[in-house]
Structure formats: structure tokens, C-alpha cells
């Protein structure tokens, strides 16, 4: 079946660090690959996506690439900001509907 | 891009009374449309899959006497946990799928429910 696999949180970042959120994933074929945040209180909300492979997804600062070879998609900024932090969640699709969320990985920015 | 909006967006109820959410698409019409839970700190939770107009496909683990679910046209779906429990407080949040077929799903905003 189909499995996403994050770093554990939280982790805690001093403003301008260079930020890495490690995601791999288990699946047949070729899923299409998501990025979501959910800012507190908030809905989730996507971040960016890469459909196939090396494709690089990248939205506000944040990029990952699509690594079939290591079947991973970290998440990367090379600056974050105190507004960055939320919970991120790395999430695949396979030929349908639904996504299969990792487990969500808490980011706290402090100034 | 495409809006999926929740109501309420909080709501705090009593034990063993029943409460409505709705899920709607603003700008397009979604056939499906994914309920999930999310409890503190955790991932989400594929709840069910609502199809409009036939009855929703359950999780293996919820029970679909509690959790009502109904998609009655192709922007509107509703859940409705009835005789709610203090177990059942958590963050419910819906999804629909876009008109591309890349996959993405558009999310609502969720709903806090808190049973006292």
C-alpha cells in the first residue's frame, strides 16, 4: 500500500536558518507528490507539488523535489520567518481521490 | 484556484446532542468530496469518501451511525455527528477534488467541535 513517512517534529528553527523537513514515501507506480501547511488554526492549506519525477515543486521560498530514485520529496527553504511556522504535511496521491498524509511535522520559527 | 469553504468553523456543543457541518465548493462542482479527522498533534484521518447522490464509503473503523454524511447535490456536503460524545472534540476537516486531474485537493478550513 501506500505510506508517507516525515521527520518528527518539532522541530525549532532561530529566524533566517536554513530550513529541511525530510519526507519519503512508499508507493507503486507514479504518485503525485504534495506539500500542505496548516497555519494554526487554520485548514490545510497546499504548499506545492510535483507530479513526476525530478520535478521540482516550489511556492514562497519552499521548493522539493521529486526523487524517484530515493523515493523522497524533502522540503527545503533556505531563509524561514517567524510566519513559517505551522505543521507541514508531506502527502502522495496514487491514480485517484485520495491522499495518504504523513504524520505532519511542527515547525516553530523564533525570532 | 478553487475554494472549498466549512461552517461552522467552531462549534461547542452538549453531550449527547447532534451537530451539522457543511462543506461546500464555491466555484466548482466536486462529485467527491473526503471528510477527515485530526486529532491534537497528529495527521489527518480519512474519515469517509461522499458521493453525490449515493450513500458515502466509510473508513474501516467509524461508524457510519454516528457520523451521518450526506452529499446532496454537487456543492454541498454534509456531516453530522450525532449524540455527540467528549471523545469526539477534534478538528474535522473536508476536501474536494479540483477539475484537473493532478491529483490536488482543495481544503476547507475545518471545524473545531468541542463536546463539553
Known amino acids: 500500500g501506500n505510506s508517507v513517512t516525515q521527520m518528527e517534529g518539532p522541530v525549532t528553527l532561530s529566524e533566517e536558518a536554513f530550513l529541511t523537513i525530510n519526507c519519503t514515501y512508499t508507493a507503486t507506480g507514479y504518485p503525485s507528490l504534495f506539500w500542505y501547511v496548516q497555519y494554526p488554526g487554520e485548514g490545510l492549506q497546499l504548499l506545492l507539488k510535483a507530479t513526476k519525477a525530478d520535478d521540482k515543486g516550489s511556492n514562497k521560498g519552499f521548493e522539493a523535489t521529486y526523487r524517484k530514485e530515493t523515493t523522497s520529496f524533502h522540503l527545503e527553504k533556505g531563509s524561514v520567518q517567524v510566519s513559517d511556522s505551522a505543521v507541514y504535511f508531506c502527502?502522495?496521491?496514487?491514480?485517484?481521490?485520495?491522499?495518504?498524509f504523513g504524520g505532519g511535522t511542527r515547525l516553530m520559527v523564533k525570532p | 484556484g478553487a475554494v472549498v469553504s466549512q461552517h461552522p468553523s467552531r462549534v461547542i456543543c452538549k453531550s449527547g446532542t447532534s451537530v451539522k457541518i457543511e462543506c461546500r465548493s464555491l466555484d466548482f462542482q466536486a462529485t467527491t468530496m473526503f471528510w477527515y479527522r485530526q486529532f491534537p498533534k497528529q495527521s489527518l484521518m480519512l474519515m469517509a469518501t461522499s458521493n453525490e447522490g449515493s450513500k458515502a464509503t466509510y473508513e474501516q473503523g467509524v461508524e457510519k451511525d454516528k457520523f451521518l454524511i450526506n452529499h446532496a447535490s454537487l456543492t454541498l456536503s454534509t456531516l453530522t455527528v450525532t449524540s455527540a460524545h467528549p471523545e469526539d472534540s477534534s478538528f474535522y476537516i473536508c476536501?474536494?477534488?479540483?477539475?484537473?486531474?493532478?491529483?490536488?485537493?482543495?481544503f476547507g478550513e475545518g471545524s473545531r467541535l468541542t463536546v463539553l
Open positions: 476536501s474536494a477534488r479540483g477539475q484537473t486531474n493532478t491529483g490536488e485537493l482543495f
Open positions: 502527502a502522495l496521491n496514487n491514480a485517484g481521490n485520495m491522499l495518504t
